[in-house]
């Protein structure tokens, strides 16, 4: 009897555990294979032409040089807004707020601006920036507002990576007669520096590849020119590929693909860059 | 002997209720080593954190009385909280370096002051190397990081640490608890030296270690002082029953 | 000196309380925003013709029924999707897969996670649609299947990160006790580790829905963009119109402050509080979770 039971459990087991490997094994292997099918199609596209030169022909020869510029233009306005407000805040909350009503409603505030519709967010923007405040449809309308969503992210990294230094640090630091602002530049901030960059940098990529919030807020698709100041518009890369992949007949596939390639070492290079400095950080750390 | 510091009726209450410290009147003479001692939760740690006002971080509910520093109430609002934990020195029963170098470690309370002159850092950290008698160990490699010192190197940089700022008044709580016998009599040989420039309080790890370096010291038990006398009487010959009890081991 | 110190002290700590207090500004000036611009549809459009079943905007027919059937059912057929297939993945890497392994599949999970939505939609038109055309023999592959299946890849690389640290926060000594019960490993896992961990992966899983129903571009390029109600899940392979992609698609033709534009904003609003509602359960089940002492990571 003992032996049944237990060859059946084995066998439960064996099951449970091959159907969760094939599951996994269904979930990855697309990515692998659609990573390696776009890199195929899209590769024959790039060039340096590609990467530096401007449109032609209606977007459908030459290169994206505007996209991937007002794609930086972007991430740096989104940069400017949210960094040091989202870091700020989070040094509130994990240095200063006392654990009262007020800070859950701090809280609460950022779970629900993590959740909001990213095409809600172009509403708000659309609504607020570009028309109430008339900044027109412009790069600071549409990075303001790529701010405001990219803050709950900066902020929620930022906390989990001040909260990791160690308390006796600051305890120590306290008695010998520092103030807590001094502790925190001095000590808590310049430790917790790395888990900060890590999450800045995953937040501006998530930024960047962004486009229902840029669509009424700043994104244009052909311009003539670079933008020269942040009341222009701007073409921007993930915009791009949208239009080009929907919007534009006969759109050679190699230049979508290539977009779209461009689009994919974008993200696995900040994706590395992140792993990479999280990576030096756990070696050097000093605690 | 001048005392340093006088406590008048000091009570301590706790947010969650618990009392620590119940009208509590001591003296500390000035340049002389004080121990309180006696059984967990009597209340020693949270007197040293009173005396840097260190307990303002703590969920304190009500503190009374007084705490007289060279005769100024260091309770008081107005107090310079700064200034007296750069007065009151502390050392935690953990070694706790900051993640910096070994200098970097004694420097620190110098560039919270404000301290600009840089011939004054390198003055201060071999007069404070010295005086816990860890110069010898680490004169050559004040750059390195300081975790990579051995326990009681860690713990003696900290003491270290707080005699660079040229505080008044060191406060120790169970400096050695965690340290190996050899570490444990360097740091009390070190207070033997400290306490001819400094008052120094001390919550030692054993009663052992309370009769060793006491000149004075003072028994709590539950948040009261119980008993208080020079330290070649108290261990020896106790007044209150309750303190012989402890000294002779029979409860702690 | 002190003085000046204690000056800047201040200074920079006010503003610090400011920063601290800017989401709550933040949610309240979109909150306000979506108010401002969307209730006036409900004086302009007849409660009855608002939720109606017909959306044809030119010809003044604001029905948002169909849109919102739209977006419920590519969120519910992605979830169907998602949660199995996620947590699957989570437990697999979390109790089955050798830590080598497991360090090598987890960035690639990230790394989906990590693609913008465009491309997905990209991906969808070029290759899942044209596929799912021809091997389904449907009319055309851009249908709420194919929404369904993109929104239920980019919804559980969020289930898969959030369970597994879930899974991973539950003490190895209950995993122990259950072993040394004599329980194999798949038991303790359905009876110890998956329970001990059911608050966080029910965040997961919540937010990983949240993030389904919020998607534009990939639904907006993937399912047809036709305003139909759905009446079931049979209507999973026709097109459909979410939410979310007729604000997208329509906002940028619309007059300032005309109907449309109201509507427009309305939908927006109700986005809005469907995502509020979701997230405030989310926090509320985690904020429980933490006062039984027991570790959470949302």
Redesign the interface.
Known sequence: MNKFFTKNRDLTQKLGFSLLTLMTLMTILPIIATVIYIIVQGAPAISWTFISDFPREGMREGGIIPAIIGTFYLTLGTAIFSVPLGIAAAIYLSEYAPENKATRLIRLAIINLAGIPSVVYGLFGLGLFVLFLNFGTSILAASLTLSIMTLPVIISTTEEALRAV?Q??R?????????RW?TIR??VLP?ALPGIITGVILGLERAAGETAPILFTGAAFFLPRLPHSPFDATMALPYHLFVISTQVPEMPIKIQYGTALVLLVFVIGMNALATFVRGRARAK??? | MKNKIVIENLTLQYSDGTESLNGINLDIPANATTVLFGPAGGGKSSILRCL?R?ND?ADVEKVTGKILLDGENILDLKT?V??L??KV??V?A?P?V???SIRGNLT??L????EKRKSRYAEAVERSLKLAALWDEVHDRLDD???ALSGGQQQRL?LA??IA?EPEVLLLDEPTSGLDPISTSKVEDALIELKKQYTVILVPHSVQQAARTSDYAAFFLEGKLIEYAPGTEIFTNPKKQRTEDYVMGRFG | ??KD?NWREFLITRLIKFSGYSAIIFVSMIFFFLLKEGLPALSEVPLGDLFSTRWYPIESYYGILPLISGSILVTVGAGIIAVPFGIGVAIYLAEIAPRWLRNMLKPLVELLGGLPSVVLGFLGILILSPTLRVTLDLPTGLTALSGALLLGGIAIPTVVSISEDALDAVPKSYRDAALALGATRWQTIWRVTLPAARSGVLTAVMLGVGRSIGETMTVMMVTGNAPILAKGLGDLFSPVRTMTATIAAEMGEVANASTHYHVLFFIGLVLFLISLAVNMTASAIVFRQKKRAERVLS
Do not use: H
């Open positions: 160690p006796s640090f305890t120590v630091s306290i008695s010998l007669g520092g103030t001094q001095k000590t430790q750390r000093q605690w | 840097n260190l971080l310079d700064i200034a934990r750069r020195g502390m935690f953990r706790v900051l993640p910096f620190y309370g560039e919270l002051a404000g990081p300081a975790i900290c640490r707080s700022l | 000196m002190q110190l």
